[in-house]
């Protein structure tokens, strides 16, 4: 599984210009390149500041064709002696760029590059070193992150309920981001140095501070700053200025605030999309698996007051399987659709297959619902159904609302491609 990960990376990567650089770094380091020695200094601190940048570089300078020209290249310095100032401007050239608004907007690479920014300012004497071995450290993440999303995906979801990165990394991947890394720079037949930093046992300064820049970059993204105060609190490594150091978060911590806003704001499409993405990779083989799955993260996502699954059983009647909401265990034995056929929303939806959508059900005759449906839903205002059929329909998915939220028609449409999940593991 490890190596069909690598693969599967390796793969999606073709073809791809790659992790932009900024559009700030390309001009600085462009100027710089202009002034020839001079600005050498400036060009290698620019370029160790951006992740796209240092792995294109020390790609370059360890491949085949300038093998016979460098012994292993491990930092942008070493690199630039075997590169040379033509051949960098070409390679600076030749990167997709984008602005700072948009590396803010995309929170894996926004995280690593505060990750740097971090080690530079940690270890100001190896700066250069720390942020190189930082930018390494995390290139599994990130480019999981760019090339795997329905990986990456699944991984988040596993951290949100609680399990430890690296044990959700190994679940769904067979292997950790950081392993991930280490396969990728000997793919690139980067130098041990790089891989010893990536998989922890290499110097003991530069893993430490690149392993604390990760997490601590982590934490303030996730807006848990006194989690990452407290991580600089406990770290031990010489040469750390952490009077600096905490001056610096407490900044990120500040411009992060915003960027963590938005992302709770996120529209209930893009959750949704991304539970189709988890439970289609996951491919669980039960009804009880699946709908343990997904009705809770549907409900959460629509706002919903009931989502309920119903199943066709062997006398003909329609019955919840499996629910979640408010009063479940009573409607489990109460609520049914009978297996002879009535003028109602719920069999229209079974005899024609057709998802039904009702958004004022005040307005409904009582001959059109099921038997004590008002009595066991007095608040429900709006509800939708929808039929899960492979030869015949043999199952609903049905959600209600007891407030006025709006569905919308792109979560609607997500909302049907779930429903679709179950059609491979209902009876038929």
């Known amino acids: 599984m490890k190596h069909n990960v690598l ?45 796209s940048l240092t792995q294109r570089v020390l790609k370059l300078a360890n491949s ?21 100032a033509e051949a960098v401007l070409h390679l600076v050239l030749g990167t997709d760029l984008v602005s700072d608004e948009q590396v803010r907007q995309d929170e894996n690479l926004s995280r690593t590059l505060m990750a740097s920014e971090l080690a530079r300012n940690a270890c100001a004497d190896r700066a250069e070193d720390a942020s190189v071995a930082t930018l390494m450290y995390e290139i599994g993440r990130l480019m999981a992150s760019k090339y795997l999303t329905a990986e990456t995906v699944a991984i988040n979801r596993r951290i949100a309920q609680g399990s430890d990165e690296q044990d959700a990394a190994v679940e769904v991947m067979g292997l950790s981001y950081q392993e991930l890394g280490v396969q990728l720079a000997a793919h690139w037949n980067l130098p041990p140095s790089i891989l010893s930093t990536i998989d922890g046992t290499g110097d003991p300064t530069l893993v430490g501070i690149a392993r604390f820049s990760s997490q601590a970059s982590s934490l303030i993204h996730e807006g848990k700053s006194e989690a990452a105060n407290n991580l600089l609190i406990n770290l031990d490594l010489p040469g750390v200025n952490k009077i600096h150091l905490a001056a610096l978060m407490a900044r ?25 993405q988890v439970l289609t990779l996951e491919k669980k083989n039960s009804v009880e698996e699946l709908a343990n799955a997904m009705l809770p993260e549907l409900a959460t996502c629509l706002q919903t007051a009931h989502c309920l699954l119903f199943m066709l059983t062997r006398s003909g009647e329609f019955r919840i399987r499996n629910a979640y909401g408010k009063g479940i265990d009573e409607l489990k034995t109460k609520l ?46 709006k509800f939708i159904i929808l039929p899960i059929a492979g030869s015949r329909v043999s199952g609903l998915l049905y959600c209600d609302w007891d407030s006025d939220k709006t569905l919308k028609t792109a979560e609607m449409e997500v909302v049907k491609k779930l429903r679709t999940l179950f059609v491979s593991v209902f009876p038929q």
């Open 7 to 51: 693969d599967k990376l390796l793969l999606a990567m073709q073809g791809s210009k790659g992790v932009p650089a900024t559009e700030r770094t390309v001009a600085q380091i462009l100027g710089a390149l202009d002034i020839g020695d001079e600005g050498r200094h400036d060009v290698v601190h620019h370029i160790s500041e951006d992740f």
């Open 64 to 84: 085949a064709m300038y093998a016979p020209f460098g012994a292993g290249s491990s930092s942008v310095s070493s690199a630039m002696d075997v590169l040379g």
């Open 252 to 276: 990120k911590v500040e411009e992060a605030k915003p960027f963590q806003l938005a992302r709770q704001n996120a529209s209930a499409e893009h959750a949704l999309t991304t539970l189709l």
């Open 336 to 381: 049914r659709v009978s297996a002879e056929f009535m003028p109602t929303t719920f069999h229209a939806a079974i005899k024609n297959n057709i998802d039904i959508s009702i958004a004022d059900v005040s307005k409904l005759k009582e001959m059109s619902l099921p038997e004590g449906y008002r009595q066991l839903l007095p608040q429900v205002t």
